[in-house]
Structure formats: structure tokens, C-alpha cells
């Protein structure tokens, strides 16, 4: 493929196949909020670390704002929008609610795609290999102890 | 922030790849994971107007053992590396280095060869492979060469990677059955501070030490005075001779001070790690995760 002004990209978005043209330098997380009006997936730390602009892509999470939406072509994309079936929350969000794994909600579509990929990759989790998956996902209300509490009820 | 604009490419083959970076010149950079390159063009600190996605090339990716060597693509992941069959088989310190990089996301995202590539000081690997005599294949228009690892890394974000070439692949001599390596790592930070690889090889009955430290300077530097005072000496016997050459080494690696901690306190860290390592390698306390 050779370079192009604006590209179209398609891939699987959340189950369905998309089309959608973007620039070269677009990131992942503005097409998705923007382009997309997948509000779901936030930006916060803009560099890595927080975990807040989670999706999964090919069933492995990665950071939207510092992945080019040029990556996602031809690829399975998971956001939070994507996770409910049916207007029914899975078990994952379930485990969340059900637990109070949240207060202000920033950190949770990351939390929740974060720990179904672990359980993908990893259905029986122990604790240490909880904490270490989840690591790079921080919240700022919770404390994590509920958050742990709520991944640990699904294993 | 946003990255300034810039053209993509994604060739599917090396010559097109070597195209591109002969056409562009200083104007191009071969675009991996992403993780270092996108963050420094969002911060607007580097600048290209065209980018080499090699992710699609194939051929790049993957784990294979070969003639006595664990031969890794360079497009490989830190997270595919640290759940490889082979690497967790034959080099298990290096599977758990990889597990223990940055957080999953930049695990997921982020491959060997960039990390070699941009030479950020603050990085894991490069000792580790050091220790390893691990080599490197970089591939450009008119042919191929190795270099060792530990000739590689020139400085901070400086190698001696020609600009049209490609790192292609990262080649380790399977270690012996005997030999066991380990690796110990600290840092406030995301990044380690520093971090000590250490191996334990015997031979036909006497010990040999390989130890190098990494993170500290701009480039992985080997103790070879530790190394030295070891050599010959059993686990059981390292005791204070461990102790003793590691703080004197330490005291001699050129550290500075900078958001990682003073120069002193890294010196300190690299005495305590190189002991913690040697010990670890050499089978005398159980393997601790890193925090
Ligand atoms: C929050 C955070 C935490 C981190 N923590 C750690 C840590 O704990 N330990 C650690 O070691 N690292 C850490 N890193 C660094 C991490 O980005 C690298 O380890 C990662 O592997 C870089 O690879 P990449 O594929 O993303 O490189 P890219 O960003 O794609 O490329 C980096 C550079 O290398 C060049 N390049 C890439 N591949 C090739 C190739 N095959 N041939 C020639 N040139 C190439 C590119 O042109 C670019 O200049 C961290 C990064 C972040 C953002
Ligand atoms: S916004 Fe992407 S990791 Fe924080
Ligand atoms: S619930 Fe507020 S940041 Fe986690």
C-alpha cells in the first residue's frame, strides 16, 4: 500500500464491520469518540499509563490514544459499547455493578475490557496474576479493592 | 496532544521497506508498536513526513530455534515474547523480563525491536540480551550483518543501526543446560532505574558469572570486576565476595541524576541488585516477582 492523503480503513468494530476514512496521523481514540461517537473509550493520561483509553484489539487491550486508527484496519476492534449483547450487561460489567467496582466511572470501560481480556487469555487467574494484568490500569476513586474483588468473583 | 501530520506506508515486503527509507532519507521512520514513536510525535519532540509501517512484512514476527540459537523476529512483542513456548523454555529470565515491561497495554503494543531501536536508556532488555551474547541482524538494500548486543547501543537513543537499515531479528545462543540466568529491576517510576542481568554458567565443574547492568547509564555496561572476582567461586562460597565487588563496581558506573533518583542512590541500587541478581542466577533465593 502506498501513501495516501486519507485512507479508508475497514474492520470489525464491536461485532460489525465498519468503513470509515481517516487521515494517516489519526489516533485510534479520536476516530472511535469522533468519528465513530463511541464516547465510551476516554482519554486521560494521553501517554500510556492509565489505562482509561483501553480497547481491545484482536482480543489483546491496547492504548487508543497512542495507537493510529490506520492500525485497526483490517482488524477486530472491542470497545465497552461493544461488550453488553443483547442490552444485557455481561458478566464482566455485571461483576462491577455487583460488587460496586466503580464510583466516578472514568477508569471502568478500561477496567472491564482489561479484565475480559485476562480472562481470555487467562481464565483462572490468581490473585498476583490479577494485579499484575491490571496493573497499568489506575483509578483514582475506588481504591482498587473493590475492583479487585469484583475480578476475583469471576474466576 | 496530536501528532503533526505525516504520509503512511505500509509495504508488504523488505525491498519495499528499504525503498521507502532510501527515497525519504531523514524525512522517514520505520513505524513498530508505536509506543515510543507515536508519543514522541504527540509531544512533537521528533517530526517525519513519512512513516514505514513494518508491522505487515512478513517474516518479522515469531520465535524459532535454530542451529543452537533462539532466533526472535524483531516485530515480536513484549507480551508475545514473555508467553513463548521457546523463550519461557530456554531463556525463562528473559520470558519474565518481558512480562515485568511497562504495563500490558505497552506490552501488547510495544516490540523488541523498537525498544533496541530507540535506545531509551531507561529500558530491560538490553542487559539481559548483553548478558545472553545475544547478536543482531540488520538488513538494508546491499545485504545483511550482525552485531553483538553489546556493541549495538552507542548512547542514549543513539546505535549503530545505519538509517536505511531494519533490525530483523535478535539471535541468543540457547544458553547451557547448567546455565541460569537472572534479572532484578527497580524504579519509582514506569521505567526501571536500573536493572542488573546476571548469569551463572559453569563449566565442567567450575563457575563462571556474566553480568551486566543496564537502565544506569546510556548504555548496558558490563561488570566485568565482578565478573573476575567470581569467577571460580561456588554459589555457596560468594558471600562477601559478591558483596564487596558489587558495591566497588557500582561506585565505578557512570550514573547521573535525573527523575529516576541522584546518581548516589542508582549506584546504590546497582550494588544491591547486582547482589540480588548473582544470588538469584547462582540458585540461592527463590525467584522474587518484581513488584
Ligand atoms: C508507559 C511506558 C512504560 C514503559 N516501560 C518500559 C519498561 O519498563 N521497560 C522497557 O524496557 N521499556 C519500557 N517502555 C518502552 C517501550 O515503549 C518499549 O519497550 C517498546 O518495546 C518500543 O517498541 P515499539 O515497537 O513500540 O517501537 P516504536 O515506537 O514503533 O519505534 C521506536 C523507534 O525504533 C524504530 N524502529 C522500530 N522498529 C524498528 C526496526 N525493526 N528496525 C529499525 N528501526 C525500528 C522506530 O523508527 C523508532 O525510532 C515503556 C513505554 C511506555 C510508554
Ligand atoms: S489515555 Fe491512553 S493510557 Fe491514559
Ligand atoms: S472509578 Fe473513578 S477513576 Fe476509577
Not at chain 1, 453488553?84 to 472491564?112: I, N, S, Y
Not at chain 2, 513456548?85 to 497495554?105: E, F, G, M, Q, W
Request: hydrophobic share 40%; charged share 20%.
Amino acid at each position: 500500500m502506498d501513501a495516501t492523503e486519507r485512507m479508508m480503513l475497514s474492520f470489525t468494530l464491536n461485532g460489525r464491520p465498519v468503513e470509515v476514512d481517516v487521515e494517516p496521523s489519526d489516533l485510534l481514540l479520536d476516530v472511535l469518540r469522533n468519528r465513530l461517537g463511541l464516547k465510551g473509550t476516554k482519554r486521560s493520561c494521553d501517554v500510556e499509563v492509565c489505562g482509561a483509553c483501553t480497547v481491545l484489539m484482536n482480543g489483546l487491550p491496547v492504548s487508543s490514544c497512542t495507537t493510529l486508527a490506520a492500525d485497526a484496519d483490517g482488524q477486530t476492534v472491542l470497545t465497552i459499547e461493544g461488550v453488553a449483547q443483547g442490552g444485557e450487561l455481561d458478566r464482566v460489567q455485571r461483576a462491577f455493578v455487583e460488587h460496586a467496582g466503580m464510583q466516578c466511572g472514568f477508569c471502568t470501560p478500561g477496567m472491564v475490557l482489561a479484565t475480559t481480556a485476562l480472562l481470555n487469555v487467562n481464565p483462572k487467574p490468581d490473585n498476583a496474576e490479577i494485579r499484575h494484568f491490571l496493573r497499568g490500569n489506575i483509578c483514582r476513586c475506588t481504591g482498587y479493592i473493590k475492583i479487585l474483588e469484583a475480578v476475583k468473583s469471576l474466576v | 496532544m496530536l501528532p503533526h501530520r505525516f504520509q503512511y506506508h505500509r509495504p508488504d515486503n523488505l525491498e519495499q521497506v528499504f525503498e521507502l527509507l532510501d527515497r525519504y532519507g531523514d524525512d522517514v521512520a520505520p513505524y513498530a508498536g508505536g509506543t515510543e514513536l507515536l508519543l514522541a510525535l504527540k509531544a512533537r519532540v521528533l517530526r517525519y513526513e513519512h512513516l514505514v509501517d513494518l508491522k505487515r512484512v512478513p517474516g518479522l514476527k515469531g520465535v524459532c530455534e535454530s542451529d543452537g540459537q533462539i532466533v526472535i523476529g524483531a516485530l515480536s512483542s513484549h507480551f508475545s515474547l514473555a508467553t513463548d513456548p521457546i523463550v519461557k523454555r530456554l531463556v525463562p529470565a528473559y520470558a519474565a523480563l518481558s512480562d515485568n515491561i511497562a504495563n500490558i497495554r505497552v506490552r501488547v503494543s510495544g516490540t523488541i525491536g523498537g525498544n533496541l531501536c530507540f535506545a531509551e536508556p531507561h529500558a530491560d532488555p538490553p542487559a539481559m540480551l548483553a548478558a545472553l551474547g545475544a547478536s543482531l541482524t540488520l538488513r538494508g538494500r546491499d545485504g545483511q550483518r550482525r552485531v553483538a548486543m553489546a556493541d549495538f547501543i552507542e548512547g542514549e537513543f543513539t546505535t549503530v543501526r545505519g538509517p536505511a537499515e531494519v533490525l530483523t531479528e535478535v539471535r541468543i545462543p540457547a544458553p547451557a543446560a547448567s546455565a541460569r540466568y537472572a534479572y532484578c529491576s527497580f524504579g519509582h517510576l514506569e521505567r526501571p532505574a536500573v536493572g542488573i542481568a546476571a548469569g551463572y554458567c559453569p563449566e565442567r565443574g567450575t563457575p563462571h558469572y556474566r553480568i551486566w547492568a543496564g537502565a544506569i547509564a546510556g548504555r548496558p555496561a558490563q561488570l566485568r570486576s565482578v565478573e573476575d572476582a567470581l569467577e571460580g567461586v561456588p554459589p555457596d562460597k560468594l558471600g562477601d565476595v559478591l558483596a564487596e565487588a558489587a558495591s566497588a563496581a557500582a561506585q565505578e558506573l557512570p550514573a547521573h541524576d535525573d527523575l529516576q533518583g541522584s546518581a548516589d542512590y542508582k549506584r546504590h541500587l546497582a550494588a544491591v541488585l547486582t547482589r540480588r541478581a548473582v544470588e538469584q542466577a547462582a540458585g540461592l533465593q527463590p525467584r522474587r516477582k518484581a513488584a
